[in-house]
């Protein structure tokens, strides 16, 4: 077997160079939840494995006037911790505890989530809803990325050479709002979903929606932002008609694939369901 | 090959690895603590689960490199010499296991759900065992040695 090279920077500047000039088998190593378990299966080959966890700025969280910053690196189990990103963002922060078990959450990292590009990815729906917006540092200095912009297809992102996420930014919700995720697995547990959806929304104070962001997963080869969604939503009271427009939009995005876990009729559907759903609970969430 | 160091059940080793030998690899077939076990290779079972610095963790999703420096507790380290750790006991006298393969990892991780839920219920219990199969038991005494061990464990202090 080939041997595979390791290093484990300190700093963003000394990854970058080691991914630039690592061939195209350099791997960014954050969790490992992904890239291990590929990594024995065979269907990965790294040359050169970069961990990531010893730089700061990726595995720290701070609170700014306007919004949090998350580092790329920082586990789910860290995100559910922070009582004010929690209270801010609970629909993000219930994603993330979706994901795998107690031991993978405290690995899982929200950059390995989102540049694994798995369409069924649970972070990243709820990542979407939220405006997150990711950072990402390259050769040529940093650029910064909507969320939904990032991955292309299963297994494949917008990322280059070279290029590593370092931090997400979240905006700090205006007053009177709310977020969600839902998905849909076939077990109650340890599964991988088969249809995601995140809402997030903000009302006035006769409880008109003013903003809106729907996203939905695993329907689609990447996550999907759903703009008629929003559309369906915003200046109205959350009434069914709007549930209705919602769902209808929800399923009429959807691109699915038919397998094990659902045929394409289902997963169409529940898409919509679900969508209303996290929209309800978005919209209860504005009150507290 | 690169050396790493670490402490594992309170002693210091310092092994030769490959980059790619996985900390399970490094416990199991270099160390011989082969009480740690491998039942999947999905990264699923949870068969495999050893604490890290504290925290639990699947040792067949860590390379052994990313190990160094880190203190690592394995079903070895568990009991005091001869006389079971609480947890242990609870399993033993609540029929806990039947043919022992997944017992280790239920162990770990019900000493990490003792140390975070002291008080623990039924309902927790399953939860937090999303991570860890067992293809015998059913699970029922499993969940009830946990939270047996988890309350021994609260009386005796922690
Ligand atoms: C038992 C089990 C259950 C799981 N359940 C779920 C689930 O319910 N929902 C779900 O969504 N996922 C699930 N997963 C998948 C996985 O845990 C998540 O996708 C996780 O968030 C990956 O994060 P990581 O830090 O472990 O990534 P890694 O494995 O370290 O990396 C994943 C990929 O992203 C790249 N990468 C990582 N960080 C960066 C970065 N900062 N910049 C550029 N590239 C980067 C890596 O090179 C690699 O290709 C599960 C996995 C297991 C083993
Ligand atoms: S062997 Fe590690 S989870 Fe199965
Ligand atoms: S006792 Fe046999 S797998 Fe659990």
Redesign the interface.
């Given at each position: 077997m080939a041997q595979i090279e390791y290093a484990a920077p300190a700093s963003i500047k000394e990854a970058v160079g080691l991914m630039a000039n690592g061939g195209n088998s350099a791997r960014v190593l954050a969790g490992g939840t992904d890239l291990l378990v590929q990594l024995r299966a065979g269907r990965l080959k790294p040359g050169l494995i970069v961990d990531v966890k010893s730089i700061d700025e990726m595995c720290s969280i701070s609170v700014n006037k306007n919004d949090f910053r998350i580092g790329a690196a920082v586990c789910g189990a860290e995100v559910n911790e922070h009582k004010r990103l929690k209270k801010a963002w609970p629909g993000v922060c219930e994603a993330l505890d979706l994901i795998g078990s107690t031991q993978i959450q405290g690995r899982a990292t929200l950059g390995g989530n989102l540049c694994n590009a798995s369409p069924a990815a649970d972070s990243v729906p709820a990542l979407i809803a939220a405006s997150a917006v990711a950072t990402i540092a390259g050769p040529n200095g940093r650029r910064k990325v909507p969320v939904e912009k990032i991955s292309k297809g299963p297994g494949k992102t917008v990322l280059k050479k070279g290029e590593i996420v370092v931090y997400f930014t979240l905006p700090k919700p205006a007053p009177r709002s709310g977020d969600a995720y839902l998905r849909m697995i076939p077990r109650t547990e340890m599964d991988i979903a088969m249809v995601g959806a995140g809402v997030s929304l903000t009302v006035d104070k006769s409880g008109t929606c003013t903003a809106a962001r729907v996203a939905i997963g695993a329907v689609a080869p990447i996550v999907l932002l759903v703009a008629d969604g929003a559309k369906a939503l915003i200046g109205t009271k959350i009434d069914d008609a709007a549930l209705n427009a919602l769902a209808a939009a929800a399923s009429a995005a959807c691109n699915p694939i038919d397998d094990m876990r659902g045929t394409i009729e289902y997963r169409t559907q529940v898409a919509g369901v679900l969508a209303c759903r996290a929209a309800l609970i978005a919209f209860e969430r504005t009150r507290s | 090959m690169?050396t790493v160091s670490m402490t594992v059940n309170g002693a210091e080793v310092s092994v030769e690895v490959?980059?790619?030998t996985?900390l399970v690899q490094l416990l199991r077939e270099q160390l011989r603590l082969t009480g740690t076990h491998v039942g999947c290779?999905?990264?699923?079972c949870?068969a495999c689960?050893v604490h890290m610095d504290g925290?639990?963790?699947?040792s067949?999703?860590?390379?052994a490199?990313?190990a160094a420096d880190a203190d690592v507790l394995t079903i070895e380290g568990v009991a005091d010499g001869d006389t079971l750790h609480p947890m242990q006991a609870a399993f033993r006298e609540n029929h806990g296991l039947q043919c022992g393969f997944c017992t280790s990892g239920m162990v770990m991780?019900g000493l990490?759900i003792a140390r975070r839920f002291p008080d623990v219920d039924d309902a927790t219990v399953r939860r937090?065992?999303?991570?860890?199969f067992c293809r015998c038991t059913g699970y029922h005494n499993i969940v009830k040695s946990i939270v047996a061990g988890a309350h021994a464990m609260n009386e005796a202090g922690g």
């Open positions: - | 690169p490959e980059n790619r996985l290779d999905t990264s699923q949870g689960v925290i639990p963790v699947k067949c999703t860590i390379l490199v990313q991780a990490d937090e065992l999303s991570g860890n």
